[in-house]
């Protein structure tokens, strides 16, 4: 406990050391562009100084470090108002993938660059007709010779943009017959600063853009870049969604909790906070958010146990959603009029447009309650076809 104590004060010290005036609390939810160049610099020296991987093993140049320890280290970047940082696609969903399923060679290539934050990378999973349907993506890559040529179209792919690298799900052979259709699929690491790759901005409901079209066009990779079996990438796939979130999750919450307080003090400000109804959904918010707070850190230090990780996505895209809505509310007409420069009207107009997507990414609310239904309630599986 002292240990963990003293690793407090080192991240806390380290913090307060780096996290300078124009850095704090840049980036975020809809904010993926902002002072980009800048939040890449902090990455890399997050990095450097070793905490960016906390979470991998030793061996694979990791801190391996306890749960505990990861859950201070992302709450003490939240009170710090540490800047978002950039590296968070490879280090938390492809890396863990290639070290638990990746050949040797795929981690020497691949693991030192992404803990580094010198490679950046993206996540090619979605397309125009697979999205909760996933296992319809209709990309295909064929092999000719020692390489891979895909054609094919990604959409909403965030980042790409910025990436180095993509790992895609692409169909490489079709399902054998009478088998599903996850067979025949591949994961394959594809580089982004190719001719074949063309990527194209997706402009949001925020003005910014910060996911994308990604066209390929005989784009290649070479043959030993495939995670797991050709054909038996949906397993890869899955493994990659499984990683995604973790002991992020609560340094996310202390954040809400900046957000709430902070409109909490916005509502004083504005007189909102005499309104009976607003001072009833602030309430509220500071209830749901105790509650989702305390199902988090229980959920981290248990055996994982059916349906938890969905619970929590469901409960904290609602809560950011209710969380904008009321900023709204608070702000009053101002929320919804032309105010330049403004950067309260700004950062909660930005939260309210953006938190439409949290019940969307990461897997919609509705797919997240259809399995639980069939999982966990063990109702009869929905036909989807
Ligand atoms: C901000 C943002 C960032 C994203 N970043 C990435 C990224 O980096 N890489 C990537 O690959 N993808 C990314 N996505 C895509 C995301 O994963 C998909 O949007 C999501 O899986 C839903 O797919 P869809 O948009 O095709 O909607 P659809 O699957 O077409 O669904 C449309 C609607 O129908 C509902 N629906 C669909 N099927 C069912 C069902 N069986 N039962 C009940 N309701 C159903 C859905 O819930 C939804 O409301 C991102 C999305 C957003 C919003």
Redo the contacts with the bound molecule.
Sequence with gaps: MDDNQDFRREIRAWLAATVTDDLRGAGGAGRENEAFDRRLAFTRRLAAAGWSTLAWPVEHGGQGASLERQVIFHEECAKAGAPSRVDH?GVTMVGPTLIQLGTTRQRERFLPGIAAATELW?????????????AAVATRARLDGDQWVLTGQ???????HVADWCFV?ARTAPPPEGASRHAGLSYLLVPMRQPGVTVRPIR?LTGDS??NEVFFDSARTDRDLVVGEPGQGWRVAMATLGFERGAATVGQQVGFQRDLDDLVALARRTGAAADPGVRERLTRAWIDLTVLRAHTLRSLSAPPSAGTATVIKLLWSRWRQGLGELAMTVLGPAGVAVVPGDPDVDRWRRLFL?S????????????Q??ILAERVLGLPR?D?R
């Design positions: 696609i993206c996540q090619g999973y979605s397309e125009p007709g697979a999205g909760s349907d996933l990604k959409v909403w792919t965030s980042l790409a799900l949001q910060e996911f953006f439409r997507a949290d019940t969307i990414y990461g897997g919609s609310n509705e797919i309650r259809g929905q989807r």
